[in-house]
């Protein structure tokens, strides 16, 4: 039950009725109006902005619309009071039966407590992570391989269909230095000395396994063979190995994806691709043979200053026109990029979305124009970006791992802490903000790190039932005995602000999906667990507040059912974050 949008609901009804009666226009737009929180508690449980918002498009005083509206709700069978505030604002106190409705829900819904139809069924794209298979994954693929997963799953509990999708880049100039590298650790395992990796290579020792396998499988056979022909076997090897890596890596994190997407089969799949969706670009007139200037990113030794085949991706935003084949007809690294949007928007989904890393900002507006031009400006396209993440211990930088090569490996800071803790921090922050990660605070068992406090809430509340199960033999303490529980009994301030603040949380998982905004869950839940503490603690020093009441069996009872509806919450929202919700803690 979303508290909200209820009482949204029964103001939309109040309205109409009032256009009925000629107090209000009759063709009125009402969008806009909406109930939240009030600002102070004081003044009810929930507030509108109606009168504010439909104030000059009725062309009548906020105060004298919100009068009439008042007046329209006051006998409504769910609201104690309705009053009029200041210029307008609406307040509403609603009635106990109404709080006891959402508890009931939310011991009936469990983990699907706060899913919404936001979505309605849309199908919804998230490519996410993407990393070039050229090493291990590092800590920043590590911050966008959370944001992806955490952002499909609000998508997913608003009621999206999602589909989560790696492109894997395995072709192009990256993945030729790939198979280079490869074939040095593969004279490297054969014996020679190779000395040091030259530069534009990859050192890291990640790829030493990689040359001991194809000494392992091919013997000494490569060293006979041309550089095309070996290197079409080193990349190969190397791609699938590395591969099996990142998934593995991105396994103990808890990332998922349903599809990983070849970039080399846009090319020498079934059909060319890359021609195809030029060829889409050149029918609706925007395509042209011309001239650019270098790209301040692009590589001055693979620059060629002469006659390409150019995108007008200025019509549609972008700051220059972008080449998609180079003049000896070989495909630019953009063209398969445009093949490969071309290719997501013939799968025929609703909504894409591209999760980026920092690095890629500057790519955005070609993305953007190549998706509107060949959708002619129909899709829904969305490029969140996710900032850097600085990995500290005790507020030190960390270095580099050998084995990376020349950075934070994202396997390294998991198999540290675990994934409970990366994947909660990492969502701690807006992604579009920079973030220290201190290795030493995320293992903290303290307030101050908050997912060690938000589990312990949930196991807190675990060990609730486990203690009352001892003491109190006799007492049913069902899902069903739970559920039928005498909530007239829940009185106290505490146990009230614990109920209240849970009949926020479809709110905030809507908006989390609505906003694009994974962060929101963990700050609510942090503030929810803060809540179940605190009344937790008032029984150190008010027995009468304990869960446990050994001589009432049936306040006893109304109070597991609130403990049970907190740990079901704080499940939910945890799942949503792919974070374990415990039983208990050690």
């Given at each position: 039950?979303?508290?909200?949008?209820?009482?949204?609901t029964?103001?939309?009804?109040?309205?109409?009725?009032?256009?009925?009666?000629d107090?209000?226009?009759?063709?009125?737009?009402?969008?806009?109006?909406?109930?939240?929180?009030?600002?102070?508690?004081?003044?009810?449980?929930?507030?509108?902005?109606?009168?504010?918002v439909?104030?000059?498009?009725?062309?009548?005083?906020?105060?004298?619309?919100?009068?009439?509206?008042?007046?329209?709700?006051?006998?409504?069978?769910?609201?104690?009071?309705?009053?009029?505030?200041?210029p307008?604002?609406?307040?509403?106190?609603?009635?106990?039966?109404?709080?006891?409705?959402?508890?009931?829900?939310?011991?009936?819904?469990?983990?699907?407590y706060?899913?919404?139809?936001l979505?309605?069924?849309?199908?919804?794209?998230?490519e996410?992570?993407?990393?070039?298979?050229?090493?291990?994954?590092?800590?920043?693929?590590?911050?966008?391989?959370?944001?992806?997963d955490a952002?499909?799953?609000?998508?997913?509990?608003?009621?999206?269909?999602?589909?989560?999708?790696?492109?894997?880049?395995?072709?192009?100039?990256?993945?030729?230095?790939?198979?280079?590298?490869?074939?040095?650790r593969?004279?490297?395992?054969?014996?020679?000395?190779?000395?040091?990796?030259p530069?534009?290579?990859?050192?890291?020792?990640?790829?030493?396994p990689?040359?001991?396998a194809?000494?392992?499988?091919?013997?000494?056979?490569?060293?006979?063979?041309?550089?095309?022909?070996?290197?079409?076997?080193?990349?190969?090897?190397?791609?699938?190995?590395?591969?099996?890596?990142?998934k593995?890596?991105?396994?103990?994190?808890?990332?998922?994806?349903?599809?990983?997407?070849s970039?080399?089969?846009?090319?020498?799949?079934?059909?060319d691709?890359?021609?195809?969706?030029?060829?889409?670009l050149?029918a609706?007139?925007l395509?042209?043979?011309?001239?650019?200037?270098?790209?301040?990113?692009?590589?001055e030794?693979?620059?060629?200053?002469?006659?390409?085949?150019?995108?007008?991706?200025?019509d549609?935003?972008?700051?220059?026109?972008?080449?998609?084949?180079?003049?000896?007809?070989?495909?630019?690294?953009?063209?398969?990029?445009?093949?490969y949007?071309?290719?997501?928007?013939?799968?025929?989904?609703?909504?894409?979305?591209?999760?980026?890393?920092a690095?890629?900002?500057?790519?955005?507006?070609?993305?953007?124009?190549?998706?509107?031009?060949?959708?002619?400006?129909?899709?829904?396209?969305?490029t969140?970006?996710?900032?850097l993440?600085?990995?500290?211990?005790?507020?030190?930088?960390?270095?580099?791992?050998?084995?990376?090569?020349?950075?934070?490996?994202?396997?390294?800071?998991?198999?540290?802490?675990?994934?409970?803790?990366?994947?909660f921090?990492?969502?701690?922050?807006?992604?579009?903000?920079?973030?220290?990660?201190?290795l030493?605070?995320v293992?903290?068992?303290?307030?101050?790190n908050?997912?060690?406090?938000v589990?312990?809430?949930?196991?807190?509340?675990?060990?609730?039932?486990?203690m009352?199960?001892?003491r109190?033999l006799?007492?049913?303490?069902?899902?069903?005995?739970l559920?039928?529980?005498?909530?007239?009994?829940?009185?106290?301030?505490?146990e009230?602000?614990?109920?209240?603040f849970?009949?926020r949380?479809?709110?905030?998982?809507?908006?989390?999906?609505?906003?694009?905004?994974?962060?929101?869950?963990?700050?609510?839940?942090?503030?929810?667990?803060?809540?179940?503490?605190?009344?937790?603690?008032?029984?150190?020093?008010?027995?009468?507040?304990r869960f446990?009441?050994?001589?009432?069996?049936a306040?006893?009872?109304?109070?597991?059912?609130?403990?049970?509806a907190?740990?079901?919450?704080?499940?939910?929202?945890?799942?949503?974050?792919?974070?374990l919700?415990?039983?208990?803690?050690?």
């Amino acid at each position: 039950m979303n508290v909200f949008k209820h009482v949204e609901t029964k103001i939309s009804a109040a309205l109409e009725a009032l256009k009925t009666d000629d107090v209000l226009p009759n063709g009125l737009n009402v969008q806009g109006v909406e109930v939240q929180e009030p600002r102070d508690p004081a003044h009810g449980d929930v507030a509108s902005n109606a009168a504010m918002v439909l104030a000059k498009r009725a062309g009548m005083k906020p105060r004298d619309i919100a009068t009439a509206l008042a007046g329209q709700l006051a006998d409504d069978e769910d609201f104690v009071t309705v009053d009029v505030a200041g210029p307008g604002f609406l307040n509403i106190r609603l009635k106990d039966s109404l709080w006891q409705d959402v508890l009931s829900n939310i011991l009936a819904d469990g983990d699907t407590y706060g899913d919404s139809d936001l979505g309605s069924g849309m199908s919804a794209h998230v490519e996410f992570v993407s990393a070039n298979p050229t090493g291990p994954m590092h800590i920043g693929h590590c911050r966008g391989a959370v944001f992806g997963d955490a952002l499909a799953n609000v998508l997913q509990k608003a009621g999206y269909d999602v589909t989560r999708e790696y492109y894997i880049n395995d072709a192009g100039a990256q993945v030729d230095k790939l198979g280079q590298t490869a074939y040095l650790r593969y004279r490297e395992a054969l014996g020679e000395d190779i000395s040091a990796i030259p530069e534009g290579l990859y050192p890291g020792d990640y790829m030493m396994p990689v040359g001991e396998a194809l000494a392992a499988s091919h013997g000494d056979m490569l060293m006979n063979e041309t550089k095309d022909e070996y290197l079409a076997i080193t990349r190969k090897v190397a791609i699938e190995m590395l591969m099996a890596s990142i998934k593995e890596d991105l396994g103990a994190l808890r990332v998922k994806h349903d599809v990983f997407f070849s970039e080399w089969s846009l090319i020498h799949g079934q059909t060319d691709q890359v021609a195809e969706s030029i060829e889409k670009l050149k029918a609706h007139g925007l395509i042209y043979q011309g001239r650019i200037p270098k790209p301040i990113d692009h590589d001055e030794g693979e620059w060629e200053d002469r006659e390409q085949t150019l995108f007008k991706s200025t019509d549609y935003g972008d700051d220059m026109d972008r080449a998609l084949m180079k003049s000896d007809g070989s495909y630019t690294y953009f063209a398969n990029d445009v093949a490969y949007h071309y290719n997501k928007l013939e799968r025929g989904f609703d909504h894409y979305f591209n999760v980026l890393g920092a690095d890629h900002v500057g790519y955005i507006p070609r993305l953007k124009a190549a998706v509107s031009a060949l959708s002619d400006g129909k899709a829904s396209f969305e490029t969140p970006v996710t900032q850097l993440v600085k990995v500290l211990r005790d507020g030190v930088p960390v270095t580099m791992s050998k084995r990376a090569g020349t950075f934070v490996a994202l396997r390294d800071v998991v198999d540290e802490v675990g994934a409970d803790p990366v994947r909660f921090m990492m969502l701690m922050r807006k992604h579009d903000s920079a973030l220290d990660f201190d290795l030493s605070k995320v293992v903290e068992q303290s307030k101050e790190n908050p997912v060690f406090y938000v589990q312990y809430a949930h196991a807190r509340a675990c060990s609730v039932f486990r203690m009352i199960a001892e003491r109190m033999l006799e007492l049913d303490i069902s899902e069903a005995a739970l559920a039928n529980a005498d909530f007239d009994l829940l009185s106290d301030d505490g146990e009230r602000e614990l109920i209240k603040f849970m009949a926020r949380y479809p709110r905030i998982a809507e908006s989390a999906a609505r906003e694009r905004e994974p962060h929101r869950i963990p700050f609510y839940l942090y503030d929810l667990a803060g809540l179940f503490h605190a009344h937790y603690a008032r029984g150190n020093d008010s027995p009468h507040l304990r869960f446990s009441q050994e001589d009432q069996p049936a306040l006893t009872q109304a109070r597991l059912a609130l403990v049970q509806a907190v740990k079901l919450v704080i499940s939910s929202g945890l799942n949503v974050l792919g974070v374990l919700a415990p039983d208990e803690m050690r």
